[in-house]
């Protein structure tokens, strides 16, 4: 453990943390530069919150890189960000598998071209039989597309005969929708201020607490990631229960 990590309030911590990485753009523009600028900054952050998440034992970090809607922006800066999600994937591979960290792509990678889909599948292989921190990253996500994604394979196997209409509910839908094999998002960060949700993770969210950050995400360290989990730390979850239910269960 780093020396100016503060022990979170009560130890309590998010086995599962969720990062929309929010402000890139803006950092790099402050400063007058190109906003891709300010994306190669945000690898600095990323490589920072896998380290505090395998020292908090996080058992999951989901980061949302690219969401399905981002393709609107500038054809220069798409292409760019496709860029540096090569070099990132290709460099920083080797540094996960020795620290034990396995690393998914969650979206619909069908939408990147052929070079990136391999170096996607074969990040994903490199890390395979990792164990420690698991690592999320969201790459052409939406989450209403993960959602109709979920709900045509489960039509699917009703038109097989392998599941009866009546089956379909939400655990049965569970079953598809991305990261069904971790646990739920507790904790929700924004970066950059602004406080929505710009379709990420929908359906895991349901009752993950919502943390927003005014640090833009190159300038997300130790200490912003500290004020989140304490924060995270002093909540009471309800999960539609009163209070007294909560802090006294029998
Ligand atoms: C988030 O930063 C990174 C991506 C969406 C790829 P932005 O690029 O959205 O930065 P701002 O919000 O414009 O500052
Ligand atoms: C959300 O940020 C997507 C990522 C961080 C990858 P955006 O910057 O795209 O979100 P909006 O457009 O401000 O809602
Ligand atoms: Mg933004």
Request: include cysteine; aromatic fraction near 8%; charge should be negative.
């Amino acid at each position: 453990m780093s020396e100016s990590f503060t022990t979170p309030v009560e130890g309590i911590m998010p086995r599962h943390i969720a990062i929309i990485m929010d402000g890139n753009g803006r950092w790099a523009e402050a400063q007058g530069q190109p906003r891709v600028i300010g994306h190669r900054a945000g690898v600095k952050s990323v490589r920072e919150v896998v380290r505090l998440c395998r020292e908090q034992n996080v058992e999951a970090l989901t980061l949302f890189a690219f969401s399905s809607e981002n393709w609107s922006r500038p054809a220069r800066e798409v292409q760019l960000l496709m860029r540096l999600f090569m070099t990132v994937l290709r460099r920083e591979i080797k540094l996960l598998k020795k620290s034990n960290v396995r690393l998914r792509i969650i979206g619909d990678i069908s939408g990147f071209d052929d070079k990136l889909q391999q170096r996607i599948r074969d990040a994903e292989q490199t890390t395979a039989e990792c164990d420690g921190l698991l690592l999320n990253v969201a790459a052409n996500y939406g989450g209403r597309w993960d959602i109709a994604n979920a709900a045509q394979k489960m039509c699917q196997l009703v038109q097989q005969g392998e599941l009866d209409i009546n089956d379909v509910n939400e655990q049965t839908m569970q079953r598809f929708i991305c990261m069904a094999d971790q646990p739920e998002v507790d904790l929700l960060i924004r970066t950059g201020g602004e406080q929505r949700i710009s379709n990420f993770l929908m359906w895991q969210c349901a009752y993950a607490e919502l943390f927003f950050s005014e640090a833009l995400w190159p300038d997300f360290a130790d200490a912003e990631f500290t004020e989140a989990v304490d924060c995270f730390a002093r909540r009471q979850r309800r999960f539609g229960l009163i209070g007294a239910q909560v802090t006294n269960p029998n």
